[in-house]
């Protein structure tokens, strides 16, 4: 059997780790840039409500179930495309999805009306289906599980930083309004979803699939890092029991995986898509404005998921981590039904910063707690499935405000979520290490640095 320390051992190699820098120049940055500009295409909807419905009568309820449609799209296809792409290669199956998210956000500049406004949505979900978690097997096949977890946290930081941008960048783009004609809302789709495609475009030439691929790799450090890669895979094939993948997928932990990142992605798309609404309460304020105020929560909630994971890297206590972060998301939407939208501005940070907190550590423990031959599925599934809180929140929260001219009752919903969430979130460590057999328990990864084998 091929044991945790001779997975150290080769990694451990000057080959090994030549390759591994050499990985992090020229593909992680490849990732987050793909990664920031998915994110913008996501999220600049929420920088729009007013305008649709003053330009095309979409309401709260309509804005609300659109908006939520994404993420029905994206969970039907999430599994499939992951599987294509294990299939097919990053190279290709990852510049598909760029390319073909890119049409459909510049199409949606030329959205007519509700129909039109739904049919757009669910398509871009359906597009964008299998990116994120595809990236996530891409570090699977590339990167030893020591290696691994850093790669995971610098790609999640374009999650982060895409939160602080998109707001300032969709603002500015909004007040082209007028140009050659055009609404600024119809400049901001067209310009964000061109920028998409021309990326995608690009990242053909770079995307390298896999490792016998790299031609800036040696034969040496090809030859080290597929060693060191296929032993931690041997390793989590005999330390787990071997299930058919169906049965895998239903393992307890994948089902509490899931429900936990159902819980934190409500509390993440609720501030994404209802905080520019709030801040446009404020008087005398402008889009531009609204886009720089939108971005404070996420600038707090990248110091804080970097602290926090660093704080994990040396202590562990990655549960009550996950507890932790869910309780604050609770605390934050139970403030922002009290007071001003200033008040609202300073409770929805603290919903934001328990939201990227609870993620930080999140995918890099699901890559080892699932067995290999699952793991793209797994990864596409929970990715999936977690995804879905995306559509119940801002659906939700769209009828709310039509039935009632207030999102408190949403809030106080998600105050309740986030609770239950914390059920699943203190066994989730307990419930990762039952999958272990005869090597006792699994490694646990380090998600800033390479100390990973420590925590065990």
Not at 105 to 125: H, I, K, N
Request: hydrophobic content about 50%; aromatic content about 12%.
């Amino acid at each position: 059997m091929t044991t945790l320390s001779a997975t150290l051992t080769a990694e451990d190699s000057s080959a090994v780790k030549s390759a591994v820098r050499k990985f992090y120049r020229r593909m992680v940055p490849l990732t987050v840039l793909m990664l920031l500009i998915n994110q913008i295409d996501r999220t600049n909807l929420g920088f729009v409500q007013d305008v649709l419905k003053a330009d095309l009568g979409i309401g709260a309820a309509a804005f609300g179930l659109g908006a939520g449609l994404f993420f029905v799209g994206y969970a039907l296809f999430e599994v499939p495309s992951n599987l294509y792409l294990k299939r097919l290669g990053a190279r290709v199956w990852l510049t598909r999805i760029m390319i073909s998210w890119g049409l459909v956000t510049g199409l949606m500049a030329f959205t007519q009306g509700e129909t039109s406004f739904y049919v757009l949505r669910f398509l871009l979900g359906a597009m964008e289906a299998g990116f994120f978690p595809g990236v996530i097997y891409y570090f699977s096949v590339w990167l030893p599980d020591a290696h691994r977890g850093r790669a995971v946290a610098i790609f999640l930081s374009a999650s982060a930083l895409a939160y602080i941008v998109t707001g300032p960048v969709s603002g500015a783009l909004l007040e082209m309004h007028g140009w050659l004609g055009l609404a600024g809302w119809r400049w901001m789709f067209l310009i964000e979803g061109g920028v998409s495609i021309l990326a995608g475009l690009a990242s053909i030439l770079w995307l390298v699939s896999s490792i016998r691929d790299a031609k800036w790799l040696s034969a040496e450090e090809k030859s080290a890092l597929q060693r060191a890669v296929d032993a931690d895979e041997a390793s989590r094939v005999t330390s787990q029991q071997r299930h058919s993948q169906l049965k895998l997928l239903m393992q307890p932990t994948v089902l509490k995986l899931c429900a936990i990142y159902f819980t934190s992605t409500m509390t993440g798309y609720t501030v994404t898509f209802w905080l520019p609404g709030i801040l446009r309460q404020i008087d005398g304020i402008n889009n531009f404005q609204v886009g720089l105020l939108s971005a404070i929560p996420w600038i707090f909630a990248v110091f804080a998921m970097y602290a926090l994971a660093k704080l994990t890297d040396n202590k562990g206590h990655r549960k009550l981590l996950v507890a932790g972060a869910l309780l604050l998301m609770a605390i934050g939407m139970l403030l922002a039904t009290f007071g001003s939208p200033w008040f609202a501005l300073f409770a929805l940070t603290i919903a934001a910063v328990g939201y990227k907190s609870c993620n930080s550590v999140f995918w890099s423990m699901t890559a080892v707690s699932l067995e290999p031959k699952a793991l793209a599925a797994g990864i596409a599934l929970i990715n999936s499935l977690g995804n879905l809180g995306g559509f119940a929140a801002p659906a939700a929260f769209g009828a709310i405000k039509e039935q009632t001219g207030s999102i408190q009752g949403g809030l106080l919903g998600l105050t309740a979520c986030s609770l239950i969430g914390l059920v699943p979130g203190a066994f989730f460590e307990d419930a990762q290490r039952r999958l272990t057999l005869s090597d006792g328990v699994l490694p646990t990864y380090s998600f800033v640095g390479d100390r990973d084998a420590k925590h065990r």
